[in-house]
């Protein structure tokens, strides 16, 4: 059974950092693109950042971009998302999800597994 579990969420001020990481257990961890969304109340799920499997490839939000970064230890099954500069549009719950696809895909529905999410909320 996969299970994603993520933590490292909560309250920050705005100008702050977080960093979410992301247990993966039940696959082969080191064969999976991971990527990280977020859904905002009353808005879709939205892309955050992506990663390949070997790390080679990163891809990121505009919204996100020099602000945020995503790494991976295939060694502890585990995937991150540093998130700095933090502003309170960055409010959400931020989920992690795992691919079989090799490419680091900006698209929810390439992905196969989700973990329940965890809230970053960001105050101004």
């Known amino acids: 059974q996969v299970q994603l579990v993520e933590s490292g969420g909560g309250l920050v001020q705005a100008g702050g950092s977080l960093r979410l990481s992301c247990a993966a257990s039940g696959l082969t961890f080191s064969s999976y693109t991971m990527g990280w969304f977020r859904q905002a109340p009353g808005k879709e799920r939205e892309f955050v950042a992506a990663?390949?499997?070997?790390?080679?490839?990163?891809r990121f939000a505009g919204s996100v971009k020099g602000r945020f970064t995503i790494s991976r230890d295939n060694a502890k099954n585990t995937v991150y998302l540093q998130m700095n500069t933090l502003k309170p549009e960055d409010t959400a719950v931020h989920y992690c999800?795992?691919?079989?696809?090799?490419?680091?895909?900006?698209?929810?529905?390439?992905?196969?597994?989700w973990g329940q999410g965890t809230q970053v909320t960001v105050s101004s």
């Open positions: 990663i390949s499997w070997s790390g080679g490839t990163t």
């Open positions: 999800a795992a691919s079989r696809s090799p490419y680091a895909s900006t698209w929810s529905r390439d992905y196969d597994y």
